[in-house]
């Protein structure tokens, strides 16, 4: 059983800081981690390996050389082998372009070894798109089974695997055939501690690294910024909502004031 | 040639004979980007024994409805539904395509961008065109920072996007409308189907409950830490309200995930929506800015959830929470009955 989980470095959101003056983001107080969902997509994988007794996990990030951090995170968590692909020409890339480069790299992994599994995370926390899940999933021709919660069953013989994937309102249980390709939600599983021996091996693993060059027949139109059809056009600051009127005087009148508010909006309140 | 494209689009999102809401929201505000386009507006609607709705999804604003109706689309999954939907997108060449940022729609939306090799700007929240150009403006906070960045798909088409459910407004059911019905067969067996659908289990648990919730107390990280959240929960039942949180409470452990309001949790509507202890970040506003009365409790001034608020008390949180539940249980004794809310 051969599972393979794309990994995203991303800017730690909850470290990160935001320039009261230019509302932008300032990046460089930002570290960069692992995307948290791909964290519960590698555990995912180790969670499968374990139940079934064998396999192999192997991740895969595109993005630039530091981004061999998290395929170390990673190695941590219990993968076997990582591959970076990072080029120039990938820069730029939005979730069509993203998917296309992934999908040529892991054609290449396949060949070697092929692939089962495809696990990645719900979305990234530093674009919330989600779109590259399935992108990939339509580009190796395998079903997509997104926002999965649980994974109930495997059936190693007829090779079919048992899902729970989340709803608007509530759950759906689906049947898949492998191979196939699930996003995870983040409690589909708790992150273990990671045993000495993979923080070890972490700790020195060089993954293997490939440029454009590396992949077979790649069509180069299709990558990064060039092949990217969505772009950012202008930023704005929000409109101004109708809101804004600070009540005043001393903190029990202010309450006062706002039960007086709310016993009048009786169509928002009833007040018996 | 993208001139060869033409009228805006919105999938429909049913299930059990009922339209979600959002695909009835995306009708109103797609009939709105139809007119300034001058083109006609269309559902997609998909299914097995759906025919009845077309007329709902014609009530709600479409001038066409483009179905596909086949005992292997009973229910959604994205091999079949996809292979309809690019069915008919390459047939008849939408301009713009639009799904609810539901998971079905997403999913959806996201295989069949690929398969079209086209845009997709996840999770709009605001939607117009330039007339000219014929460009669909997505828009949709950016990451970091209380800033909003349109989206654009210049070259390929359609120009597609998923939006919030709960930020656009579904034009009223109008019976007398008419409309027209483009039927089509594609082939679908159930035999090259990978995945099935063994059961869907209906979940009426908090977070159905946050979304239909008349008021909520959401609570921020001001609060400090789990024992001062409390407060929240003690103002809540009080008065009858669901609570809801911040990411960052979400991600301190205070509450359960299923809480969280804003850009990556639930949207919500209530007629009351009370935020304690909030920034106000834009991706927590957007989940809650179309609340009929909002009320923001902080103790910086210059906090942007001001900006949103209707009524705001600058002060801090462990003073004026307790005084609030206090005079409301006041009141409710001075009026000899219940405070309750509708
Ligand atoms: C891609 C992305 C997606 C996101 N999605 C979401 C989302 O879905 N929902 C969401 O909520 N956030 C989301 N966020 C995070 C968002 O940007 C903010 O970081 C978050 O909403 C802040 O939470 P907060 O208001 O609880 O905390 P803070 O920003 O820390 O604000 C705390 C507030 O409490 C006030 N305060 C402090 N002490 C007191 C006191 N004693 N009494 C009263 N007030 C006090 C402070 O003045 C401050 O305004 C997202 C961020 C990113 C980058
Ligand atoms: N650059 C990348 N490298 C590896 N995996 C990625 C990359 N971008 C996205 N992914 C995967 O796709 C998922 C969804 O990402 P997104 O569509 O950007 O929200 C992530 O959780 C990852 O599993």
Redesign the interface.
């Known amino acids: 059983m051969h599972i393979v989980v794309c990994v995203k470095q991303v800017?730690d959101?909850?470290i990160?800081k935001?320039?009261p003056k230019?509302?932008?983001?300032d990046r460089r107080s930002a570290p960069a981690i692992l995307n948290p969902y791909d964290a519960h997509a590698v555990q995912e994988a180790v969670k499968l390996k374990q139940a079934l007794g064998q396999g192999k996990i192997s991740v895969l990030s595109m993005g630039p050389p530091q981004a061999t951090e998290v395929i170390k995170k990673s190695i941590e968590i219990g993968a076997d082998e990582g591959y970076l692909i990072s080029d120039r020409a990938f820069a730029g890339a939005?979730?069509?372009a993203t998917?296309y480069a992934l999908s040529k790299a892991l054609e290449k992994i396949a060949a070697k070894h092929p692939i089962d599994i495809v696990i990645c995370g719900k979305?990234a926390?530093?674009?919330?798109?989600?779109?590259v899940?399935?992108?990939i999933?339509?580009?190796m021709d395998?079903?997509?089974?997104?926002?999965v919660i649980e994974v109930t069953k495997f059936d190693k013989e007829n090779r079919i695997i048992?899902v729970k994937?989340?709803?608007?309102?509530?759950?759906?249980?689906?049947?898949?055939?492998l191979p196939?390709l699930l996003t995870v939600e983040?409690?589909i599983n708790q992150i273990a501690y990671s045993p000495l021996p993979n923080m070890i091996r972490a700790a020195r693993y060089k993954p293997n690294i490939w440029s454009v060059g590396d992949l077979e027949a790649v069509d180069k139109a299709q990558l990064g910024l060039k092949g990217?059809?969505?772009?950012?056009?202008?930023?704005?600051?929000?409109p101004?909502?109708?809101?804004?009127?600070?009540?005043e005087g001393a903190?029990?009148e202010?309450?006062?004031?706002?039960?007086e508010?709310?016993?009048e909006?009786k169509e928002?309140?009833?007040?018996? | 040639m993208i001139e060869e494209y033409r009228g805006v689009w919105v999938f429909i999102e049913q299930s059990d004979g009922e339209i979600a809401g959002v695909s009835k929201e995306l009708l109103g505000a797609g009939s709105k980007l139809a007119e300034k386009l001058d083109v006609p507006l269309a559902g997609v609607l998909l299914g097995e024994g759906i025919r009845e709705l077309s007329s709902q999804v014609i009530g709600y604003g479409a001038d066409i409805v483009y179905l596909i109706d086949h005992p292997v689309l009973k229910h959604y999954r994205t091999e079949s539904y996809m292979k309809g939907v690019n069915f008919l997108a390459e047939k008849y060449k939408p301009e713009i395509f639009l799904y609810g940022a539901t998971p079905n729609g997403k999913d959806l939306a996201s295989a069949v961008a690929t398969d079209l090799s086209t845009g997709l700007t996840a999770d709009t929240t605001m939607l117009d065109v330039d007339i000219d150009k014929r460009l669909l403006e997505a828009s949709r906070p950016a990451f970091g920072g209380n800033i909003m960045a349109t989206i654009l798909c210049k070259k390929n088409r359609p120009q597609m996007a998923t939006v919030r459910p709960k930020v656009m407004k579904a034009l009223s059911f109008d019976e007398s409308r008419q409309g027209k019905i483009i039927e089509e067969e594609i082939v679908l067996n159930e035999e090259d189907m990978r995945t099935k659908v063994i059961n869907i289990v209906k979940d009426v648990t908090k977070k159905a409950n946050l979304a239909d919730a008349h008021v909520i107390v959401c609570g921020g990280k001001g609060l400090g830490d789990a024992e001062g959240f409390k407060l929240i929960h003690e103002l809540a039942n009080t008065i009858g309200a669901s609570v809801g949180g911040t990411r960052d409470v979400i991600e301190a452990g205070w509450l359960p995930h299923e809480l969280q309001i804003g850009q990556t949790g639930e949207t919500v509507t209530p007629k009351i929506y009370f935020a304690i202890g909030v920034s106000g970040a834009i991706q927590h506003v957007v989940g809650m800015k179309n609340s009929e009365l909002i009320i923001a409790i902080n103790n910086d001034p210059n906090a942007p959830i001001f900006e949103v608020a209707t009524y705001g008390i600058v002060g801090d949180a462990h003073e004026v929470v307790p005084k609030l539940i206090e005079q409301v249980k006041q009141l409710r004794v001075e009026q000899g009955g219940e405070v309750s809310y509708v």
């Open positions: 800017p959101t909850k990160i935001i320039n230019t509302n932008t983001l939005d979730t069509l998917s979305h926390i530093d674009g919330d798109t989600g779109q899940g399935p992108g999933a339509r580009r395998i079903p997509p089974i997104t926002n048992l994937r989340k709803l608007t309102n509530g759950y759906e249980e689906l049947e898949v055939q196939c983040k409690e990217s059809p969505t772009v950012v056009g202008k930023m704005f600051t929000p101004k909502l109708d809101g804004g009127k600070l009540l903190v029990d202010q309450v006062k004031q706002l039960i508010v709310l016993s909006r928002l309140l009833n007040v018996k």
